[in-house]
């Protein structure tokens, strides 16, 4: 039985992906953001809210702004 890679027959599904990972990348990097200013607030957890929301920030420009089907 002779196995075929599905992206090879359908680009569509290639680039349906694509575009769902960057939408999915900027949702989580969104609420990275949030979470990490609501710990921010208080003083105690504000390490834990910096590196948090910086992440956030990193994860959803990159969702923004990466190449879309591009192999790096």
Same mark, same amino acid.
């Given at each position: 039985? +002779? &196995?075929?890679?599905?992206?090879?027959? &359908?680009?569509?599904? +290639?680039?349906?992906?694509?575009?769902?990972? &960057?939408? !999915?990348? =900027?949702?989580? #990097? *969104?609420?990275?953001?949030?979470? %990490? !200013?609501?710990? #921010?607030? +208080? !003083?105690?957890?504000?390490?834990?809210?910096?590196?948090? #929301?910086?992440? %956030?920030?990193?994860?959803?420009? #990159?969702?923004? *702004?990466? &190449? =879309?089907?591009?192999?790096?």
């Amino acid at each position: 039985m +002779t &196995h075929i890679a599905i992206g090879a027959h &359908h680009p569509w599904l +290639t680039a349906v992906e694509n575009v769902l990972g &960057h939408v !999915l990348a =900027i949702i989580i #990097g *969104f609420v990275m953001m949030i979470v %990490g !200013l609501a710990l #921010g607030v +208080t !003083l105690i957890m504000l390490p834990v809210g910096l590196v948090i #929301g910086l992440t %956030g920030v990193a994860l959803f420009v #990159g969702g923004l *702004f990466a &190449h =879309i089907g591009r192999d790096a």
